[in-house]
């Protein structure tokens, strides 16, 4: 298969972590997730995952999707991604075209890195590890009724990601901030136990934990994904 369900263990004593992650969701580049439908228009949002990217794409063009918002057909609305220059960016492809890169380099295919995305108010801003890396306001990040998301894509069938996922949740009507997911310890960004939050309507948690349904919403609202 070309996703599969894959530990998720970082290096060192497993009891240093409150929370450890257990699972993630091994991408080869040519396959990914597609969401259950929006129901009803969704502007102030979160978006929290672990990723480890295991390869970096550097030509004039390429992008690596982790997560779009898409619609009904899986097209791209817009994407959050990885740029050629290691950087973490948005495209916006709804009329304005709008293009953002970070300023963080991302070049490290040996750690996961916590990356979480909060849409309020047309603003976005984006965190790596719980330090903010840029923000944007030229960008629109609104789904629409009938929308569907996109992990580990571009757009479905375009600029697919390589590597690992884990841990995403989605947090619908509420912008959060990392500290809701992850918290320092003895100087390292480690995760938070995530299942007190509230999820909104749209909202989903997926943790891979379940091989036989890997896009199962452990979330409470069955907001489930397939697997493209």
């Known amino acids: 298969m070309s996703i599969i369900s894959s530990s998720a263990h970082s290096s060192g004593d497993a009891s240093f972590y409150s929370f450890p992650i257990s699972s993630s969701l091994r991408f080869d580049g040519s396959s990914y997730l597609l969401s259950s ?7 102030t ?14 030509g004039t063009y390429d992008l690596e999707g982790f997560f779009t918002v898409g619609d009904s057909g899986g097209g791209a609305k817009c994407s959050y991604n ?7 960016n948005i495209y916006d492809n709804t009329g304005s075209d709008a293009t953002s890169s970070g300023n963080i380099i991302y070049r490290d295919l040996s750690a996961f890195y916590h990356i979480v995305i909060v849409s309020n108010s047309g603003t ?32 479905a069938g375009g600029d697919l990601f390589s590597g690992y996922i884990a841990e995403v949740n989605f947090i619908d009507g509420t912008a959060l901030t990392p500290t809701s997911f992850g918290e320092t310890k003895n100087g390292v960004w480690v995760p938070k136990d995530p299942s007190g939050l509230s999820y909104g309507t749209n909202g989903f948690r997926l943790t891979f934990s379940n091989a036989s349904d890997l896009g199962e919403d452990s979330s409470g609202n069955n907001n489930d994904w397939t697997v493209n």
């Open 124 to 155: 976005v801003s984006f965190y790596k590890n719980g330090v903010l890396d840029f923000t944007d306001d030229r960008v629109s990040t609104t789904f629409g009724s009938g929308d569907k998301a996109i992990l580990g894509g571009y757009s």
């Open 37 to 43: 439908a929006f129901s009803g228009a969704v502007s």
């Open 82 to 88: 990885f740029s050629n220059a290691q950087k973490l």
């Open 45 to 58: 949002f979160t978006v929290s995952l672990w990723l480890k990217r295991s390869r970096l794409k550097t």
